[in-house]
């Protein structure tokens, strides 16, 4: 029976092996990782991350053909395939600060896994890593190898979160590199025989390490890319009178652009897309490509403008000042259907907003306060570093209450702001909202999702993200 171990039991680690267990019942599938709760929470009815349909496929695996456990050295030493999903945070200091990936973790399992093993071992990198890391954990691996064959294949995962299951059932490619010796296609052909159990063997393509490697961060970057063109673009419309959701319709029409991420909004999040544009950023500086890091730096740039714009446009259409006013934040995940707020937009609002000494009441219908707390308590970057390694109790921001229910959030409120686009947020009673609320009332739309032309019939002064401005916005220009 072939044994497969994994390294980090997060967003990536765990439902890939689910799925892996599930569609292949003849393989054993350990996850393993140093965090007890983490572990606890994966063997529990209450498992750590929230992703639909990923439930029914660890209940259905779980002491089958899949297992979560703490003892990292033994399932490792065990294993055939070892998958490497642990956390590759950005640099807070030293050598490329705010750029690099930091690679502790990594280098700290690859010793571990030479350490261990007893056998030959596949090696998969499977976290966002740099490219050339894969060399690096070469060296590591074989400088310690005690006559042990390692082999190292990169194979990005390419999932979205709340779709993560579907993405794993039916992908759109799978990516595998390796080394073009006759060891390395061997070990190509092993990961290919796990993936073609269920995936067409067209779309499982085999590269060299280093094109894998960077054809992930090529993909991040390439969406990321059109989330900041349509939001530049949506800055255009504001002030010419166009409306950003048909200007984004008419180009999504022209086949060769497509429809899909072109919506604008407050600005992008999630743990990938700046991670992955900064390593981007720091990889072309140190290869002498100062001009396609620029390149790169503007979506970024972009990403950023559009969130400090919300926060002004907000400030100066509420007659310059929040300080004191309660606002309502409708949403906190960086998406919908998913509770992860790793480098989430409203992080940067909301701080804006308390900035200005604003009160403000929170409603995400799947972010627990101890997390939100946690998020506006931390600086930067911070937030991709294992759990017992982050600020251990969040110092509870004095002007933030976190409720579990979009009426209580906005009862008394001056302004609601709108920033992830949970479909509950469409079907609100505004009417009774609007009649709990000081006047005049705002709603601040970060994802277009409300129908303005309803809310201005109630009463409320809208700004949605692109569309036309409201006579009332027109006169109270948002300050640079």
């Not at 999040?269 to 900064?278: A, E, N, P, R, Y």
Request: aromatic residues 8%; contains cysteine; proline residues 4%.
């Amino acid at each position: 029976m072939v044994k497969i171990c994994c390294i980090g039991a997060g967003y990536v680690g765990g439902p890939t092996m689910a799925v892996i267990a599930l569609k292949c019942p003849n393989i054993s599938v350990a996850v393993v990782d140093i965090s007890v709760s983490r572990i606890q929470a994966w063997n529990s009815d209450q498992l750590p991350i929230y992703e639909p349909g990923l439930e029914e496929v660890v209940k259905k695996c779980r002491g089958n053909n899949l297992f979560f456990s703490t003892d990292v050295e033994k399932h490792v030493s065990e294993a055939d395939i070892i998958f490497v999903s642990v956390n590759t945070p950005t640099k807070t200091q030293g050598l490329g600060a705010g750029k690099a990936a930091d690679l502790t973790y990594w280098e700290s399992a690859a010793r571990m896994i030479a350490d261990v093993s007893k056998s030959d071992k596949i090696v998969v990198e499977k976290s966002t890593v740099p490219v050339k890391t894969a060399e690096a954990i070469e060296k590591i691996l074989t400088h310690n190898a005690k006559g042990i064959n390692f082999q190292i294949l990169s194979n990005p995962e390419f999932l979205a979160e709340g779709t993560a299951i579907s993405d794993l059932y039916n992908p759109d490619r799978v990516l595998i590199g390796g080394r073009e010796t006759p060891e390395g296609k061997k070990a190509i052909q092993a990961l290919k025989d796990v993936y073609a159990h269920w995936v067409p063997v067209d779309r499982i393509i085999c590269t060299n390490l280093w094109s894998a490697e960077l054809s992930k961060l090529a993909a991040n970057a390439f969406l990321a890319q059109r989330i900041s063109s349509v939001n530049a673009m949506s800055a255009l419309c504001e002030a010419t009178g166009a409306d950003v959701s048909q200007v984004s319709h008419a180009v999504g029409m022209d086949s060769r652009i497509g429809p899909k991420f072109l919506n604008a909004s407050v600005g992008f999040g999630g743990s990938c897309f700046q991670k992955d544009i900064l390593n981007l950023i720091y990889i072309c500086e140190c290869n002498g490509l100062p001009e396609v890091a620029n390149y790169w730096k503007q979506v970024i740039k972009v990403n950023d403008y559009q969130k400090t714009r919300f926060v002004n446009r907000l400030v100066s259409s509420m007659f310059n000042t929040v300080s004191g006013k309660k606002i309502a934040i409708l949403g906190f995940a960086f998406k919908k259907d998913t509770g992860d707020t790793r480098e989430t937009p409203a992080i940067d609002v909301c701080k804006g907003l308390l900035g200005d000494k604003a009160m403000l009441s929170i409603y995400d219908p799947q972010v627990p306060e101890e997390q939100i707390m946690r998020d506006l308590s931390m600086n930067k970057y911070e937030w991709d570093h294992p759990i017992h390694l982050q600020p251990m109790s969040p110092s509870a921001v004095k002007q933030v209450k976190v409720t579990w229910d979009a009426y209580e959030a906005t009862k008394d409120s001056h302004g609601i702001c709108i920033l992830t686009e949970w479909d509950e947020f469409r079907n609100l009673d505004y009417k009774r909202i609007y009649d709990n609320m000081q006047k005049p009332a705002f709603v601040f739309d970060g994802r277009n999702v409300v129908d303005m032309e309803k809310l201005r019939q109630i009463g409320f002064i809208v700004y949605s993200i692109g569309k036309p401005l409201d006579a009332w916005l027109k006169d109270m220009p948002a300050m640079a």
